[in-house]
């Protein structure tokens, strides 16, 4: 990587003269001791890793190779990628940083890349940045213009305002801007099939375009997953297709979510929902005059195209399993039924657009529209394709009145690992860029081998796997009970999992997160302790995550039960969260179909899927949760796993082995000794080695 400068000074600011700094010719300089980085931060330290980690990424961008880099917490994973890329920028090269979340992306631009660029002379005048986000989050004017006379939209006084905010100066047209929730927002945003991009009217001052222009005149752009893998899958059917401006390099952070992104986006979902929604809006235009018979026999051929699912018996399930041999002749018959239906509909809407110009450029999208769900039902159950399993999922409305059942089909790629071979890898080969996957949690038994598998990363990747700076032998312990017993289904070992629970919270006082692999068992152990621990409760559900964790902050000694959203990206410092409980090893839930498809695609190559898929990815996500509790040099206290297989099955140390190294503990007293040091406080069994008798 070039250096930052050619040798600039630059005084460091205060109250008195400082002797000129030279400007950090390398990465060990800038974040060094007398590095920008210790002049700007306080209470700075230099970590040895988070250098480790930055020049691994350097020299995949420098060299055109991938990347897989785990730094643990603490290590400082952001800036080690973000200098190299800035220093890239100013090589005149540009960077996608991609993220999985909301709250990294805001850290990112609000906070980190300003920090940065300040810090890299040349920066602040040749670096720029913008976040591309999907058409979803902007207002098009177009469609609000056209809503004006919607009565169903019209009549809502939230709407009114959502026009008096279009018209405010400083309208930034995206959603996280609305400074309220508009349930309708879907109605004035535009569909990929419903924009007409330089042929629209306003597309000169058009909110969505707008940013993708001065992403344009960027050199780092931040998006999400989502989007990126959106982008790729475009340009798999249109290399001209796509969003992004051309880039060199792409950064993944929190990539441990990748091969789940990347498999909604490569497949496809069709909901009992998604005609219906089509007809509304077809009724709702109402110079469009279509015969009401059209549209209710239309409406009729989907409700019987779903009904044999949502008759199914199960949540989950394949459409071989639903769709036994003595119904899926009737079944296909419907689907041809309503595929002909739907492109007759298509054919009506654009002679209708052809005939009336007022309303040419709407019902022209709705016609794409048409034509995308007579393809997607088409490929749903006529296509063949070996890479992909078909399945669909029932959601039970939660809606107090009127509570109905909604179906959603999936086609959905068994390995995502043959699919970006072609859309990712291969490009960034050509390109000759770098993709770079980072996160605290990608590695497996102290390796890449399931990352490498799972997404096909090419052989040449370089590879950086560096811990925590944290001492965590001495600011936290892992105790697994060794009087348990093995999680079973039952009302006995939950009364024997809250009982332990109890004890834990009882000796922490509470400030604790209690993560749970199913809700079921959440539930189970909520009822059980509500009104018998004097510690605030606070359970997944009964707030949004945020708030949920801010008034679990707020309480001081509460106990919040959370499932798959508090096992990540939840960051609580200091004595408020003193104990993480994980109810069990968080296993894939092994009947889904996608887990079904994907374990039998591996053991018919002959590979073994426990091993290769089902350890590894458990691994992962316990290395998550347990990250939940140490997030600072100051942080202490005591991870609970109540699963005594990490004790009795031979894959048991493996799994302890690659987690942050705590100490540990399997009998009480110990843990009691343990509480007792860290807060210099008197332990009731300082001197006794054995259990207590209730063990």
Known sequence: MPPASSGNKKKKSGSSAKTARRAPQTLEEFFGPDGPLAEVLPDYEQRGEQVEVSRAIADALQLGRPCLAEAGTGVGKTMAYLVPVVQAALAGKRTVISTHTINLQSQLVIKDIPLVISMVPGAKERVHYEVMKGRGNYLCKLALEQSKDDLFLAGDPHFRKVQA??????????????????????????????????????????????????????????????????????????????????????????????????????????????????????????????????????????????????????????LEEALRPEIRPDVEKVVQLTCNAVSELKNYLQEAGKENEVIKDRVDGL??????????????????????????????????????????????????????????????????????????????????????????????????????????????????????????????????????????????????????????????????????????????????PGKLVAEFKKSGNGCLFGLQTFWEGVDVQGAALTCVIIDRLPFAVPDSPITRARTRAISDSGGDWFNEYSVPQAQIRLKQGFGRLIRTHTDTGIVCILDTRLLTRNYGPDFVKYLPQAARASKWNRVERFYATVNNITSPNMNSDEPPASD
Request: proline share 5%; charged share 25%.
């Open 165 to 318: 905010w279009s018209r405010r100066p400083d309208c930034s047209g995206d959603i996280a801007d609305l400074p309220f929730t508009f349930s309708a927002w879907q109605d004035l945003t535009s569909l990929p099939e419903t924009c007409t991009g330089q042929q629209c009217d306003l597309y000169e001052t058009c909110h969505l375009y707008n940013m993708r222009r001065r992403a344009a005149e960027s050199n780092i752009i931040v998006v999400n997953h989502a989007l990126f893998f959106s982008d790729l899958a475009l340009q798999l059917e249109d290399p001209n297709a796509g969003v992004l401006p051309a880039y060199d390099y792409v950064i993944f952070d929190e990539a441990h979510h990748l091969e789940d992104v990347a498999t909604r986006t490569f497949g496809l979902e069709f909901g009992s929902r998604r005609i219906a929604n089509l007809i509304d809006r077809i009724k709702r235009i109402k110079e469009l005059d279509v015969e009401p018979e059209r549209l209710a026999s239309l409406d009729q051929l989907n409700s019987q195209l779903f009904a044999p699912f949502h008759q199914s018996g199960k949540m989950e399930f394949t």
């Open 367 to 544: 016609s794409k529209l048409c034509e995308r769900a007579q393809n997607e039902l088409d490929r749903l159950f006529f296509k063949t394709d070996e890479n992909a399993v078909r399945w669909g999922e029932v959601e039970l409305s939660k809606r107090a009145t009127a509570p109905e059942s909604r179906v959603s089909l999936h086609l959905t790629p068994i390995d995502v690992a043959k699919v970006l071979g072609t859309a990712l890898w291969e490009r960034m080969e050509l390109l000759q860029g770098s993709a770079v996957l980072v996160s605290a949690t990608l590695a497996n038994s102290g390796g890449f081998s399931y990352q490498r598998a799972r997404l096909g990363v090419p052989d040449n990747a370089i590879e950086c796997l560096v811990g925590s700076p944290f001492d965590f032998k001495k600011q936290a312990l892992l105790y697994v009970p060794a009087h348990l017993p093995a999680p079973a289904p039952g009302t006995e070992y939950a009364d024997l999992v809250a009982k332990e629970i109890m004890r834990v919270i009882t000796l922490t006082e509470g400030r604790a997160f209690l993560l749970f692999t199913s809700r079921f068992m959440l539930n189970a152990i909520h009822d059980r302790l509500s009104g018998t621990v004097p510690f605030p409760l606070f359970k997944q559900g009964d707030l949004p």
